[in-house]
Every structure is written in C-alpha cells, then in structure tokens.
C-alpha cells in the first residue's frame, strides 16, 4: 500500500519569504500526485497535479512542485507567500492502476504566514 | 454547477445515537469517496463507491455503512455513535473510468459525539 509523508506538520515563514512543503511517497512505480490546499473551515481544493511529462508542475496562486522520481518526492514550492496562503496543504498520490482511483494523503503541513 | 455538497454543516450526537451525512453532486461522477478528517492525521478513506448501487471499504469502515441508489447521491450512515467518531468528514468525487483521480471535495460536516 502506498504510504506519503509530509516531513513538517507545520511551517512558520514571514511574508514575501519562500517556502518549501516537503513530501515523500513509498512506491517507486508510476504514480500520480496532486497537492490540495484547505482554507480555515473549508473543503479542499486542487493546487496542481502531476500525472506525466514535465517534472515541474505549476498549480494555482503562483504554487509549483517538482517530481522526483529516484527521490520519491513531490515538494510544493512558492517563491514569495502572502498572508492569504496561510492554510493547511495536502499531498497525495494515486496508483493508476487502482480500480478507484483512490488517494492516499499525507498528514498535512499548517503553512502560517506571518506579517 | 454546486460541486459536491454535504448537509448538514455541524451535528452534535449524543452516544448510540444515529444520523446520516448526506453528499450529492452535479458534476455526473461516477465515482465518490466519503472520508473522516482528525486534527494532525490528514484524511482516511472511510467508504467508496464506483457507480451506483456498487460500493466498497476503505481504510476505517468500522461503524459506518454507505449506499448508492444514484449517481448523484452517496449517503453516510452512522450507527450507534461513539465518541472516537467525532471528525470531520468530507465527501469527494471524481470522474474515474481511468482518468486523472483528481478528486473534487464537499465543504464538510463536524460532528461531535458526546
């Protein structure tokens, strides 16, 4: 079964800094992987997907993570974070072959942007 | 289109009580996901279904039973609540038939068993 780690439950950065989420995924086969965002007392809603081809993806609100297949990892990047980025983030990962195109998810990382 | 949509919003229970989480969407998916959300352990997959009247377990079914009598709807049934099922839990869909697993999300319902 696949498993995903998200290395930091939670990331402290000031505004206007980068930032980098790490996560990490157990199975070397072909995978796909995805990135959500939950606002405060939200639902959660797709920042970017990774499915094949280029391995640097770029999602929404200026988010982009890069695949590394020999790593296993998928980091979600951003280079300059705004106060309305704070949010908890979510990485995920699917087996294209699994009859129901399942998600496992990774723990979550609580990204507070301070001022 | 609404999306996914959950009712209700918040629930408290007393214990042994029963309730049902309801889900539907608009988006004509065939396939649905009911998950539970518990602070620091992201989500896990409680029940899935892949077209109506088909279902199957996830990773925490234990006290929990789903149907799928349309494409639309994707009931969640509680039995007999129990404070370790206090969570929130997010309804999902996602079009299958082997595309991407993108999954699209309801906006939740925080239930409270005491």
């Known amino acids: 079964a696949q498993s995903v780690t998200q290395l930091d439950s939670q990331v402290p950065v000031f505004e206007e800094a980068p930032v980098e989420l790490r996560c990490n995924y157990s199975?070397?086969?072909?995978?796909?992987l995805f990135w959500y965002v939950q606002y405060p007392n939200q639902g959660l809603q797709l920042l970017l997907k990774y499915l094949s081809g280029s391995t640097l993806v770029k999602g929404i609100n200026g988010f982009e993570a890069e695949f590394n297949k020999s790593q296993t990892s998928f980091h979600l990047r951003k280079p300059s974070v705004h106060i309305s980025d704070t949010a908890e983030y979510f990485c995920?990962?699917?087996?294209?072959?699994?009859?129901?195109?399942?998600?496992?998810f990774g723990g979550g990382t609580r990204l507070m942007v301070k001022p | 289109n609404a999306g996914v949509t959950q009712t209700p919003k918040f629930r408290i229970l007393k214990i042994g009580q029963s309730m049902t989480l309801q889900c539907t969407q608009d988006m004509n998916h065939n396939y649905m996901y009911w998950y539970r959300q518990d602070p620091g352990m992201g989500l896990k997959l409680i029940y899935y279904?892949?077209?109506?009247?088909?279902?199957d377990k996830g990773e925490v079914p234990n006290g929990y039973n789903v149907s799928r009598s349309t494409t639309e709807d994707f009931p969640l049934r509680l039995e007999l609540a129990a404070p370790s099922q206090t969570s929130v839990y997010f309804c999902?869909?996602?079009?299958?038939?082997?595309?991407?697993?993108?999954?699209?999300f309801g906006p939740g319902t925080r239930l409270t068993v005491t």
């Open positions: 995920a990962v699917s087996d294209p072959g699994n009859a129901g195109n399942m998600l496992t």
């Open positions: 199975s070397s086969v072909s995978v796909y």
């Open positions: 999902a869909s996602s079009p299958g038939g082997g595309l991407s697993s993108e999954q699209y």
């Open positions: 279904s892949v077209g109506a009247g088909i279902t």
